[in-house]
């Protein structure tokens, strides 16, 4: 299935220490992709690395905060002399803080603006700089591919997460400002799209879908009668999508949000 093929591409993959970044990164190893593994902490992108190793071969990785936009920088050139080339960037750093997630008794003015601070560059920044210096190596060679990650939380105001909510939305709106201006200056060669998760349970919102005993918490039951599906996603079925958005299956298409979410965002709940 050529149309679908990353085989020996070159994939940058931020977060890829993290539940969804670790699931795309072990798809692309599998697809034939020459993976390039971020991730913060030494130890778990060491880890996540030797877990990808059992795999494919074709995988290194590298410790650094996709905020630093020097670390950035010699990572990519890293890169380039391994391997020649930047060809795939998977934005999936990210994701919600506790301290930006409002409980059900608190208000807006409850909320502490480091918090606000911190998970909107997290989000915002994190995929903009990375964006910033990879893409930059794509411009170089003339074509390329970014995929970000947004949310639900950027199609509708959803409650208790306010600045994860506002990231999230500047990210879709990048995400299409920057296919724009590469479809542009790059003769159409370097696209950007994303993809917007649903509901799917993780280490960050584990407390807010789960109670301690596994049960659904109330909002989890909001969750699934909002989704036509009725369930929540199994962080596998977000793997296909990404490398769909990559492949030469999706040559002319740039500036998309595409939703995996069983349904959610297009349901009246009617």
């Known amino acids: 299935m050529d149309l679908f093929s990353i085989k020996d591409k070159v994939a940058v993959i931020t977060g890829a220490s993290g539940v969804l970044g670790g699931s795309v990164a072990r798809n692309f190893?599998?697809?034939?992709?020459?993976?390039?593994?971020?991730?913060?902490?030494?130890?778990?992108i060491a880890a996540t690395v030797k877990k990808l190793q059992t795999?494919?071969?074709?995988?290194?990785?590298?410790?650094?905060?996709?905020?630093?936009?020097?670390?950035?920088?010699?990572?990519?050139?890293?890169?380039?002399?391994?391997?020649?080339?930047?060809?795939?960037?998977?934005?999936?750093?990210?994701?919600?803080?506790?301290?930006?997630?409002?409980?059900?008794?608190?208000?807006?003015?409850d909320m502490e603006l480091k918090d606000w601070n911190r998970v909107t560059e997290l989000n915002m920044n994190?995929?903009?700089?990375?964006?910033?210096?990879?893409?930059?190596?794509?411009?170089?060679?003339?074509?390329?591919?970014?995929?970000?990650?947004?949310?639900?939380?950027?199609?509708?105001?959803?409650?208790?997460?306010?600045?994860?909510s506002a990231a999230k939305a500047a990210v879709a709106n990048f995400?299409?400002?920057?296919?724009?201006?590469?479809?542009?200056?790059?003769?159409?060669?370097?696209?950007?799209?994303?993809?917007?998760?649903?509901?799917?349970?993780g280490e960050q919102n584990r407390a807010v879908l789960l109670n301690p005993d596994g049960s659904l918490t109330e909002r989890s039951h909001k969750v699934i009668a909002n989704t036509p599906m009725r369930r929540f996603g199994e962080i596998t079925e977000l793997d296909g999508a990404v490398q769909f958005l990559c492949s030469p299956s999706a040559s002319f298409i740039t500036g998309v949000i595409l939703p995996v979410d069983g349904g959610f965002a297009m349901f009246s709940g009617v």
């Open 29 to 44: 190893v599998k697809a034939g992709a020459k993976v390039v593994a971020l991730g913060t902490k030494e130890e778990k």
């Open 55 to 109: 795999e494919g071969v074709t995988v290194i990785g590298f410790a650094g905060n996709v905020l630093d936009v020097h670390r950035m920088e010699e990572i990519a050139d890293a890169v380039i002399a391994k391997w020649g080339r930047i060809d795939i960037l998977l934005n999936i750093a990210g994701g919600n803080l506790p301290g930006a997630t409002l409980m059900p008794e608190q208000r807006f003015f």
């Open 126 to 164: 994190g995929t903009v700089y990375p964006s910033y210096v990879f893409g930059k190596r794509m411009a170089e060679n003339g074509e390329g591919s970014i995929v970000n990650i947004t949310s639900m939380a950027a199609m509708q105001a959803m409650t208790r997460v306010p600045g994860y």
């Open 175 to 201: 995400t299409q400002w920057m296919a724009m201006e590469m479809a542009m200056k790059y003769d159409g060669k370097i696209r950007v799209n994303a993809v917007a998760p649903g509901f799917f349970i």
